[in-house]
């Protein structure tokens, strides 16, 4: 009986403390996985991930939303401590995270708000040949 609380709460707390890392595309989970190469991560200072599909992308300080009415743009800096870098359109932003760690938690965050057509980080990716 001992062994199968126990085994019960391992499996709760490897669950509750979890997280995996992910991004939206299209409306849909983009699952990554954090990748260690610290070399290349130190050169570049970008965090590195790679795709289920293999596809390796880097991630900086900066998130490009999408909003469907601007108005709400300064409440979103202020709340996630964002600064503005470039606005591509009336309703399209380069905004900048005051950490790169927090970049994709923003993105995501961001995502789940009704005024956002879209927000992901700028990433970075290695050019391939076609």
């Not at 590195?48 to 999408?66: A, C, E, F, P, S």
Request: hydrophobic letters at 40%; a positive charge.
């Amino acid at each position: 009986m001992f062994r199968l609380v126990l085994s019960f709460c391992l499996v709760f707390v490897v669950i509750a403390f979890s997280s995996e890392d992910f991004y939206y595309k299209r409306g849909k989970k983009v699952f990554l996985e954090p990748m260690t190469n610290k070399t290349r991560t130190a050169s570049t200072g970008l965090l590195y991930y790679q795709t289920r599909n293999g596809i390796t992308l880097g991630i900086g300080d900066r998130v490009l939303v999408k909003l469907k009415n601007k108005d709400a743009l300064e409440s979103y800096i202020q709340r996630f401590h964002l600064k503005l870098l470039h606005s591509f359109h009336p309703n399209i932003f380069l905004l900048q995270t005051s950490d790169k760690s927090q970049t994709l938690t923003i993105a995501n965050t961001l995502n789940s708000f009704d005024n956002v057509i879209y927000a992901h980080p700028d990433f970075t990716k290695q050019m391939r040949k076609r």
